[in-house]
């Protein structure tokens, strides 16, 4: 009852709206953004995902008052009034102050991280050049790691991702542009939580479906499709995991690496549902013979652009699970 009435009032209001199955999408009264304003169905708790946004965590009501521009007490009675304009008498609801309307407070356990800004630099500092000759020697172009807010370190020389959700920065990774000892190639922030973090979660907001890769440069690869989000790892969380239903895609695409076949299958398990779809993506052959031709490991980092949007194509024709 409270989602049709939800979705009527936005209509009333002229706007377009998406559903998802916990969730309807449409216009931040805000900032304006129309893809990023989520309403939780059940029970109209309200937020924008977009990270320069000031509408904060509210309520439905507050969407009507302030795309009306009239008072709140006038919008709960748009809300939830019966044909005379009372009120009709509702049980009540938690109190919003003390009380956390969400599912689950996603970084609950962590705090937010501050970039080490003295020794970072963008990639479009002259001192950033190599840093910028490793993003592309790895087949990631300048405009697409700066999409990504990729900065680089020449103190360290390493170029450094950072790990962001709902526009804050919780982590980041580092990763050495030298060839060096395995252990040291790459480094995490202090208080690094790899089973809370998903990498590229605020891009994959905008996707009705999901591409699931181990690092972040496997998942980057998959820009020409959208959608991609990296675990940093094979070995898969609970909080991960719920992280991903929170996404709440149709379509899921299972894309770890190829050692990591047991997880790829658990993994796909669990974000199996009646009305989402789950595929297991591979390498395309021509990746592989590359990759061994040149005594190299094969993964979908080391795809072109059009290799991987290749490798969805074929799960959706081959590996649907």
């Known amino acids: ?75 709960r009675r748009i809300l939830h009034g019966g044909a005379d304009g009372e009120l009709i008498s509702l049980p009540k609801g938690p109190s919003l102050a003390v009380t956390n ?9 962590l705090e937010a991280v501050a970039w080490p800004s003295a020794s970072l630099f963008s990639l479009d500092h002259e001192l950033s050049e190599d ?62 939580r790899r089973d809370r973090m998903i990498m590229f979660y605020d891009e994959a907001m905008d996707y009705d479906h999901i591409i699931i890769t181990e690092g972040p440069f496997d998942g980057l690869k998959f820009a020409k499709v959208g959608g991609y989000i990296s675990t940093l790892g094979k070995e898969i969380s609970d909080f991960q995991i719920e992280s991903m239903h929170s996404l709440e895609p149709n379509k899921v695409f299972v894309a770890l690496d190829s050692d990591a076949d047991d997880e790829a299958y658990k993994l796909a398990k669990a974000l199996r549902s009646v009305d ?43 590996y649907k699970d």
């Open 1 to 75: 009852m409270l989602a049709a009435r939800m979705i009527d009032i936005i209509d009333e209001c002229g706007y377009s709206y998406r559903e998802r199955p916990r969730s309807i999408y449409t216009t931040c009264p805000s900032c304006g953004s129309d893809k990023k304003f989520s309403i939780l169905k059940k029970n109209g708790a309200c937020v924008c995902y977009r990270g320069s946004c000031d509408f904060g965590k509210r309520w439905f009501e507050d969407w009507i008052a302030l795309t009306k521009g009239i008072e709140k007490k006038e919008a």
């Open 101 to 109: 309307p969400f599912e689950f407070d996603p970084m609950s356990e």
């Open 131 to 192: 840093g910028v000759e490793y993003l592309k020697s790895r087949g990631i172009p300048k405009k697409l790691a700066e999409h990504h807010s990729i900065r680089y370190s020449p103190i360290d020389r390493r170029v450094v991702l950072p790990i962001k959700r709902y526009g804050t920065c919780y982590g980041y990774q580092a990763r050495s542009i030298d060839k060096g000892l395995p252990q040291d190639r790459m480094r995490n922030n202090t208080g690094f």
């Open 276 to 318: 989402r779809e789950v595929y297991m993506v591979r390498v395309p052959e021509s990746c592989v013979e590359r990759c061994e031709s040149q005594g190299r490991k094969y993964d979908f980092g080391e795809c072109t652009f059009d290799e991987a949007a290749l490798a969805i194509r074929q799960a959706l024709l081959l």
